[in-house]
């Protein structure tokens, strides 16, 4: 408290003005006091939120209180309250001391919440009206968890009592039921992340429970299931959810019995209960077992289900039924596939085909639920299918029924890959999300199915797609798309190496051409619905080697891309996915395309225009014209012409967008209004983008300057820099530049130096975090690319570049703004990683000349770097620094004074950061920034020689307290010829060495 007094702080003073805190004067509640009232009033929804706050407040009171929980306790023992969210709270008080504070309670006081738990329990037998399905959630919770606290020691006759007083009420069994489930939760849910302490006192809960209740717990679920099946049917469905929830840690005996399953199965011809014996039933096919007792279990269930007349799905009308049915039946086929895969593991030949046989018997109703046109019943037997396949897949010979199975499974997949008439392709919802997932899981089955017998796939798909494309004029939109899809998919679904469908083996070779050919002369590509226009358009850029086979069809396809159907389409979302489709066509295609290159680069000149700044939409947004640019480019720079043409054509192509940048970035500088102002820079930035996109076509075969380009792209750099100087909108125009700089310094060579400072001194103007932070990368491209011939302009601004940086470091900054010290973080790392670059060049002098003062300066931010910052990726960078610079000037002819840093501060870090607390050896980036520690200290001794050994050995290491034999054991593994024998050591070294 003196210290407090001392510092002149009233603690209680600033933390009483917080809501919710609880006040040092404030006595907590107590059982004298009951229950505040006001602070009650809070916890109705209606509330408003002053009241809200303090009902908070309240709540976190009462938890911290030693006995506060009594008073919520006798709240609820004596129904003192009506209030349903006052009874809720209660509870809640409870929950919390049951779950972390109930290890200190005494013996009576442990024993206080188990009576009042079981009075609120009697209580709901005699109470006139049941309590709200919230309040009684909240309540199995809480029995829940003082079940897995107290069972195996207090209370192992838990169930018994929970039993002795719930009898039959249906309002008892009704809690009783919530209460398994909640403790289910508790010991089985996989959601729900456990330590490993309360995983073996799971185990051991069910163990125990297993040897003293189960029997009777199941004896009670039939009793219940038997009692209420005809006159509650919450409560049975209730029971069947326990029953199934259960099933998969207890003896299945008990279950998978002849009095069990036929009152099951009685409840699969009642209504309201045949969805949850269904999903009762598939948890007992699903538990895991002997291979042949499951085969029995499974094969008996089905003869009894069928002779129920279960397998008619046609008369059956309930298709939410269905959906269930189709996962019990699901569960059944996957479970004898398993058990055959287990029998042939095992070499049981025998029940192997046994449950072979029984799985083929399945097939039909399988055949019947996949074809079913409600996608959720499709969709839930799909796992049987393709694990069925997987069996076929592995048999050498196929029967001629299991073929017919193949050809059914395969036309069932093109039915049901079929779009229906509301799918809206304009406004795609959650109903359109959930279909495309659903083909997403039909095309794995086609993919199974190629697998399987790609031939008989092939021909499939080739007379679906022949007989559709024939008479496409007449036939409905989905079957036209499903058509093409289907040749689409089986680029995958047929495994041949790249662009080897139309060559190699003819028989398929020759069936995809004939059905491209087929698609690009049948005039298909007009057909007036969206999905088929894009379907084909996707279709023709996957297989965009038939083109090298058959070019004579080039000019149609290229002609369908430009015109109304596909980049004039009147579906912005089409001509949107035209565009990139297109831009990988002519990618693909270059060497094709040069009879057509001029004609083409004429047909997309209007494409090409910068959208005005006046919220005018044309035809592509900016992101598409982004193809449309890298397409004109490929088609320029991979085209046949000469040096001059190729030029004419790129400055034809960039002029009218230097142009329109200059009239542009004049008409910002005038602009008054923000909004204004704002889609100037957007478009000025779009036109820079654009510039930028049309280099990507340039490569190392096909340069600037083999392409004569390098002048159009220079002037482009004149055109954009001034933008850099632009006092209005500089991040979005800054950013633009920033990025053609960078394309230029990879597409251009030395011409781009006399832009570099200038453009640097702008960047380097009123900067922030983040600015230098992307002004750097740029930098360092220039230093790696160009070294020596940057050299002077290097040495120039390196110190300029230093004090922008540490300026913005040295900023004071709001003590918990999260994103400033994140900010601040990375440009370290950015800072960092450019003397990295500069030292890693090979211009070391770049340092070297910055004088004595300066020179020191940067050194001592790198040992800063390596040792006080905890970021591992900072300090692995400042040790790859610190062993360079040691690498050059180490030596005995190195500056002078370096020897003296050496030892003074470079040895020392190497000992210093990993012995901080916060250098987590654990970590994988902190063990890398160790390992270049190591190589500093190899490189030090490789440059100073035993002298280096002497200073550790006499000096450095005895000033640590390091004992003689470790002084020793360091040193030899120092002098180690092999650089991993000491990496190894020096973890193992600092293991030690920390508390």
């Not at 917080?18 to 229950?35: D, E, F, L, Y």
């Not at 199934?244 to 011809?269: C, E, K, P, T």
């Not at 007036?528 to 379907?535: A, K």
């Not at 209007?606 to 044309?618: A, F, R, V």
Request: one cysteine or more.
């Amino acid at each position: 408290m003196a210290a407090q007094e001392k510092l002149g702080l009233d603690v209680c003073g600033f933390f009483c003005g917080i809501r919710g805190h609880v006040c040092c004067n404030q006595k907590t509640p107590s059982i004298a006091a009951g229950m505040d009232e006001q602070a009650l009033l809070g916890l109705n929804p209606n509330a408003d939120s002053d009241f809200r706050q303090r009902a908070l407040a309240y709540f976190e009171q009462l938890k911290i209180s030693p006995d506060a929980w009594q008073v919520c306790a006798e709240a609820l023992a004596q129904r003192t309250y009506s209030d349903d969210h006052i009874k809720f709270f209660c509870f809640q008080v409870l929950e919390h001391q049951v779950k972390y504070k109930y290890s200190e309670l005494t013996t009576v006081q442990q024993q206080l919440i188990r009576e009042t738990l079981i009075s609120w329990l009697q209580a709901q037998m005699l109470n006139p009206q049941a309590e709200k399905t919230f309040i009684r959630n909240k309540a199995a919770q809480v029995f829940a968890l003082l079940f897995v606290t107290e069972y195996l020691t207090k209370w192992p006759k838990f169930f018994f009592d929970i039993l002795s007083v719930v009898d039959l009420n249906p309002r008892g069994v009704d809690l009783y039921l919530r209460i398994l489930m909640a403790i289910d939760s508790e010991l089985v849910d996989r959601d729900v992340v456990h330590t490993s302490e309360e995983a073996r006192r799971n185990t051991l809960i069910k163990d125990t429970m297993r040897e003293q209740c189960i029997p009777n717990l199941v004896e009670s679920w039939y009793q219940i299931l038997q009692n209420y099946q005809y006159t509650n049917s919450e409560v049975t469905c209730q029971c069947l959810e326990v029953v199934g929830a259960y099933v998969s840690w207890i003896d299945l005996s008990l279950i998978a019995n002849d009095r069990f399953i036929n009152m099951l199965l009685g409840h699969m011809s009642i209504e309201v209960l045949r969805e949850e014996a269904c999903d009762c039933l598939f948890e007992i096919v699903n538990k895991g077992m002997d291979p042949v007792d499951k085969m029995k279990l499974v094969e008996s269930l089905c003869q009894v289900l069928q002779s129920a007349g279960f397998f008619i799905i046609d008369q059956e009308e309930d298709v939410d039924f269905l959906a269930r049915f189709s996962k019990l039946v699901n569960g059944m086929g996957q479970s004898l596939i398993v058990s055959w895969t287990k029998l042939i593991k095992n070499g049981d030949i025998k029940n192997a085909q046994e449950a072979l046989q029984a799985i083929e018997t399945k097939v039909a109703l399988m055949l019947q639920l996949l074809i079913h046109e409600d996608d959720d019943i499709s969709s839930n037997i799909i796992g049987f299918c393709y694990d069925y396949l997987h069996i076929l897949k592995q048999l050498s010979v196929l029967s001629d029924q299991q073929k017919a199975n193949v050809e059914a499974i395969m036309l069932a997949v093109m039915k049901k890959l079929t779009y229906d008439e509301e799918y809206n392709f304009e406004n795609e919802g959650e109903d359109e999300a959930m279909f495309v997932e659903y083909r997403k899981q039909l095309k794995l089955l086609l993919d199974r199915l190629a697998q399987v017998s790609p031939e008989l796939l092939l021909a499939s798909v080739r007379r679906v797609f022949s007989s559709t494309l024939q008479n496409w004029q007449t036939t409905r939109f989905m079957e036209v798309e499903v058509a093409i899809r289907l040749l689409y998919m089986l680029a995958e679904a047929l495994p041949v190496s790249h662009g080897a469908h139309f060559s190699g083996d003819v028989s398929k070779a020759s069936a995809l051409q004939d059905m491209m050919r087929t698609l690009v002369t049948s005039g298909v590509s007009s057909y007036q619905h969206t999905s088929v226009t894009l379907e084909f358009f996707e279709t023709v850029v996957r297989y965009e080697k038939f083109f090298t086979v058959e070019p004579q069809h080039i000019p149609c396809v290229l002609m369908a891309f430009l015109d109304h159907r596909g980049l004039r389409h009147s579906s912005a979302k089409v001509r949107s996915r035209t565009a990139y489709l297109f831009s990988r066509f002519v990618k693909s295609l270059n060497k094709q395309m040069n009879p057509f290159i001029e004609d083409i680069l004429n047909r997309i000149q209007d494409l090409l225009e910068l959208s005005p700044p006046n919220g005018y939409q044309s035809l592509l947004s900016s992101d598409d014209q982004l193809f449309i640019y890298e397409t004109a480019g490929v088609l320029i720079v991979n085209s046949e012409y000469p040096a001059e043409r190729k030029q004419a054509l790129m400055r034809n192509l960039l002029t009218p967008l230097m142009e329109k940048f200059k009239i542009l970035l004049e008409k910002l500088m005038l602009a008054q209004d923000e909004e204004r102002q704002a889609s100037l820079a957007d478009c000025l930035n779009h036109a820079v983008g654009f510039a930028s996109r049309t280099s990507k076509a340039f490569s190392n075969k096909q340069t600037v300057k083999q392409c004569g380009c390098s002048e159009v792209y220079l002037d482009c750099l004149q055109t954009f820099l001034p933008a850099l100087s632009c006092p209005l909108q500089k991040d979005i125009l800054r950013s633009g530049v920033r990025t053609f700089l960078h394309r230029m310094i990879i597409c251009l060579e030395e011409e781009v130096l006399p832009f570099i400072p200038s453009a640097s001194e702008h960047m380097l103007k009123d900067c922030e975090a983040k600015d230098l932070q992307e002004f750097i990368p740029l930098i360092n491209q220039i230093t790696a690319k160009f070294k020596i011939q940057v050299s002077p302009f290097l040495q120039q601004m390196f110190m300029p570049l230093l004090h922008a940086i540490f300026e913005v470091l040295l900023r004071p900054a709001e003590e918990n703004d999260q994103s400033a010290a994140l900010e601040k973080q990375m440009l370290r790392r950015s800072y960092f990683a450019f003397l990295q670059t500069v030292t890693g060049s090979g211009m070391s002098e770049v340092i070297a000349n910055q004088g004595a003062e300066n020179v020191e300066r940067v050194l001592v931010t790198v040992i800063q770097g390596a040792v006080e910052y905890p970021d591992p990726i900072a300090q692995k960078t400042c040790f790859i620094i610190l062993s360079k610079l040691v690498e050059l000037w180490g030596g005995k002819d190195g500056p002078v004074g370096f020897a003296d840093f050496v030892y003074k501060h470079i040895v020392p870090a190497c000992f210093l950061a990993p012995l901080k607390q916060t250098f987590d050896l654990a970590d994988a980036q902190t063990v890398l920034a160790l390992s270049e520690c190591a190589v500093t200290l190899k490189t030090i001794h490789l440059k100073r020689g035993p002298e280096c050994v002497q200073y550790l050995q006499q000096e450095y290491l005895p000033s640590l307290q390091v004992a003689p034999e470790i002084i020793q054991e360091f040193c030899q593994a120092l002098q180690q010829p092999d650089a991993k024998v000491f990496k190894n050591y020096l973890k193992v070294f600092f293991q030690r060495a920390r508390p």
